[in-house]
Each structure stands twice: as C-alpha cells, then as structure tokens.
T-cell receptor, first 116, second 113 residues
Framework: AQKITQTQPGMFVQEKEAVTLDCTYDTSDQSYGLFWYKQPSSGEMIFLIYQGSYDEQNATEGRYSLNFQKARKSANLVISASQLGDSAMYFCAMREGEDSSYKLIFGSGTRLLVRP | GAVVSQHPSWVICKSGTSVKIECRSLDFQATTMFWYRQFPKQSLMLMATSNEGSKATYEQGVEKDKFLINHASLTLSTLTVTSAHPEDSSFYIC?????????FGPGTRLLVL
C-alpha cells in the first residue's frame, strides 16, 4: 500500500481564489511528521509547511495552511488567494518517527496551474 | 529556513566518465543528508541516506558501487556517479535537516551523452 497518496495529478485555480490539494497517508506510527513542498519548473524543492502528529492546531504559514484530520489520515494543503507564481508541482511527504534523520516518503505530486 | 547548496547545477558528460556532486549545509551541521533522484514528471525517489563518519545506507535497488556517497564532514556530502551511462541522466537533489524540517539543495541536472 502506498504510504502517501495524492489523487489529483493536476489542478486549476483562478487567480485570487483558494485551492485545496489533497493528501492522505498511511502509517501505524504514533509519531510522524507531514510536509508540503513546492517544486517550480526550476526544480528546487521549496519547503512550505510542516505538521507534527501531536500538534493539535493546524499549521499555518502565510497563505498556506494544512488541514490536518488525524482520524481520516489526511493532510490537505490549502492555498488562499492564489497567485500566478503559485503555479508549480506540489508534493506531500511524511516522515515516520520524531528523528529528523528519518527519511521522507513522497507522494506522486499535484501540478497546480493558476489562471489569470 | 536553513540553506543547503549543491554543486554543480548542470553537468553534461560523456558515457563512461564519473561525475561528482557536492551537497553542503551552509548554516547548520548535518550528521545525516539524503540523496534523491527524480525523473521527468515523477516524484522524488530516495537513493540513499548519507551518514557522517560512517557508511551510507542505500535504498533497495540502488547500486552502491555505482553511486558512491561520502559524508566526510558535518557540512558536506558527495555523490559520485561512477562510469555514467545515458540511463543515469536525471535530476539529483540532496537534503538535510537542522531540526524537524528537511531542506533541499537546488538540485543537479545530469545529462550523459
């Protein structure tokens, strides 16, 4: 079974509107971390937001928020007020365990295109 | 966030040559670094975990003699693609963590002719 599932290969959103990118995960660990990264066409992986499994509040970073539903094992990324520069690939990732030396497992990604 | 650099950003080489890629943590020390490979329109695939002062841990299916990893200091890990062939052409990217978040280098595009 896949550990991280992103079911939306591609998404469109109108500029200035909000968009939700879906991510579900599968783990039996009690302690884990969930991440979202943005990859523009240049290839760099830009860290957006992090949610720890024990965090009770949903993480927020500027226009990015993570809708963490632990019982459903979902960690959707919400981008508010979309901008043209948000057009990119978005990857959800999970780290099982607390140690930062643990590896990340990535989903297949969602390509977001923001329409002017 | 923390800064991870990678050099070179582009490499074009002839088949049979070896290519070394450097990954540096610029403002923190990293006992562990990670090397990923990404094919076009695909996700990142972890190749190996680089451990400072000890042997790297390779993922299943990754040839350790083909992809040599050296983590000689707390700020530098190198990946050497030995006797590169066209099928090794890919995007290679490293990461490291100062805390719970992994930060990535800008990546290296390798083209083997």
């Amino acid at each position: 079974a896949q550990k991280i599932t992103q079911t939306q290969p591609g998404m469109f959103v109108q500029e200035k509107e909000a968009v939700t990118l879906d991510c579900t995960y599968d783990t039996s660990d009690q302690s884990y971390g969930l991440f979202w990264y943005k990859q523009p066409s240049s290839g760099e992986m830009i860290f957006l937001i992090y949610q720890g499994s024990y965090d009770e509040q949903n993480a927020t970073e500027g226009r990015y928020s993570l809708n963490f539903q632990k019982a459903r094992k979902s960690a959707n990324l919400v981008i508010s007020a979309s901008q043209l520069g948000d057009s990119a690939m978005y990857f959800c990732a999970m780290r099982e365990g607390e140690d930062s030396s643990y590896k990340l497992i990535f989903g297949s990604g969602t390509r977001l295109l923001v329409r002017p | 966030g923390a800064v991870v650099s990678q050099h070179p950003s582009w490499v074009i080489c002839k088949s049979g040559t070896s290519v070394k890629i450097e990954c540096r943590s610029l403002d923190f020390q990293a006992t562990t670094m990670f090397w990923y490979r990404q094919f076009p329109k695909q996700s990142l695939m972890l190749m190996a975990t680089s451990n400072e002062g000890s042997k790297a841990t390779y993922e299943q299916g990754v040839e350790k003699d083909k992809f040599l990893i050296n983590h000689a200091s707390l700020t530098l890990s190198t990946l050497t693609v030995t006797s590169a062939h066209p099928e090794d052409s890919s995007f290679y990217i490293c990461s490291a963590s100062p805390e719970e978040t992994q930060y990535f280098g800008p990546g290296t595009r390798l083209l083997v002719l």
